[in-house]
């Protein structure tokens, strides 16, 4: 081992909104961590998505979608309102509209049974959600409210997390690209990364979609799949959007026909070449962007914009949002999101190996999830104690040897 070894206690790999909420996290409990990213810190997934966090409440029995959105929450708006940081945050809530019948008995249904958990949501008719957000279409049969849902800008928020956890000490590395990670001869962890070796005693995998082939280096499966999300964005205009919007048309058609199987995650909008639902969602920026998205597709680590795919979310978007016919399209992105082969998070301590963690699988909402997934791992790691809500997601369930 060189002399120039740097050591410590936590390795983090992985620059996005999860690992920079991990490091933060460790930093805050004295914990020595270093945070390493191939790029710039939220120059992946986390800085590219549409800025919405989740969120319905903790309901009568919390489980760990409770603790992870409105764990989230709280952590975002500690960010912003403690700690200073001018992320974009705003408690906005948000609107899921519906244009059909059959998605109206689908909303209805949905709004009765969180309800009845103890969750916040309401069913609003057409004037009722038109009301407070007036460029809906007239046309809408109604939308669901949900009123904890917020806002904020992925990439100001997701290096407010980095820099939070340097001035709490941690040490964040950019462009460290990991090219091999190793069992230490006196135990803990070797990662080699740009010409660089760090050791530690814990580990832990917070790369997002690119967890699969780290978990290779380590002779584990680690059943993390990339789909690619688009979206496009307009010119600034005064405001015109004031909840996050998504629309239910997508979760009408996986309530009946989630898909998944061996090879595919669930909840996806292509199998194959084929598209099988319009998934949407979006917001106007602070800047006065209207942005969204929402397509769902395996094209393996492809990050190319497919024009298709954008023009056939602005007009969905259209539908919903009619003042779009008079704009066009300034801006197109894309990224890759990690889904878990069965759809659930995977988050806590890997199988078959010693002081190993993972924080990944959070699909195409891990900006919305990843502060409370972060400290979730950072505070098994510092107490030794797994929160019992990690249950859900134990990696043992999915991860095995090579």
Same mark, same amino acid.
């Given at each position: ?105 689908? /909303? ?53 997390? #980095? ?27 070797? =990662? ?21 082939? %780290?978990?290779?280096?380590? @002779? ?55 598209? =099988?639902?319009?998934?949407?969602? @979006? ?16 094209? @393996? ?13 602005? /007009? ?18 894309? @990224?890759?999101?990690?889904?878990? %082969? ?30 409370? /997934? ?21 990696? /043992?369930?999915?991860? #095995?040897?090579?």
């Amino acid at each position: 081992m060189s002399k120039s070894t740097q050591r410590f206690e936590v390795i983090v790999i992985g620059g996005g909104i999860a690992g920079s909420s991990t490091a933060f996290h460790l930093a805050g409990h004295g914990r020595s961590v270093a945070l390493l990213e191939r790029g710039e810190i939220a120059s992946e997934a986390s800085g590219v998505n549409a800025g919405g966090i989740g969120a319905l409440g903790w309901g009568n029995e919390p489980d760990l979608e409770s603790y992870l959105t409105m764990g989230s929450l709280q952590i975002f708006k500690g960010m912003q309102l403690d700690l200073g940081y001018d992320i974009e945050f705003r408690q906005s809530g948000g609107l899921q509209v519906i244009q059909t019948p059959q998605q109206y008995d689908y /909303a209805r249904d949905r709004v009765i049974g969180l309800k009845s958990r103890g969750y916040t949501a309401e069913l609003l008719s057409p004037d009722e959600a038109r009301a407070i957000e007036p460029g809906l279409n007239p046309e809408i049969l109604g939308a669901m409210y949900f009123p904890l849902r917020g806002q904020a800008d992925p990439v100001k928020a997701t290096r407010a997390f #980095a820099d939070a956890a340097r001035q709490r000490g941690a040490d964040v590395m950019t462009g460290k690209d990991v090219t091999n990670v190793s069992v230490a001869s006196e135990g803990g962890w070797l =990662v080699e990364c740009s010409g660089e070796t760090l050791q530690a005693h814990h580990l832990v995998l917070a790369a997002g979609a690119w967890c699969g082939p %780290l978990g290779e280096m380590l @002779g584990l499966r680690i059943p993390v799949i990339p789909v690619r999300g688009q979206m496009w964005a307009t010119e600034p205009l005064p405001p015109r959007v004031f909840h996050s919007l998504s629309g239910v048309e997508s979760y009408s058609h996986w309530s009946a026909e989630p898909g998944g199987d061996a090879a595919n995650p669930p909840e996806l909008t292509h199998i194959g070449d084929r598209r =099988v639902t319009r998934h949407l969602y @979006g917001r106007q920026t602070r800047d006065g962007e209207i942005i969204f998205g929402g397509d769902r597709e395996m094209v @393996g680590y492809d990050r190319s914009v497919d024009m298709g795919g954008i023009e056939n979310n602005f /007009a969905h978007t259209a539908e919903v949002l009619p003042l779009l016919n008079d704009l066009s399209i300034s801006r197109t992105w894309s @990224g890759l999101m990690p889904f878990s %082969l069965d759809g659930k998070p995977i988050i806590g301590k890997l199988p078959h190996l010693e002081n190993l963690y993972i924080a990944s699988g959070l699909a195409s909402s891990g900006f919305g999830r990843g502060p409370m /997934a972060g400290k979730l791992v950072a505070d098994y790691i510092h107490t030794g104690h797994r929160h019992h809500a990690l249950a859900e997601s134990a990696p /043992a369930r999915c991860v #095995a040897p090579l």
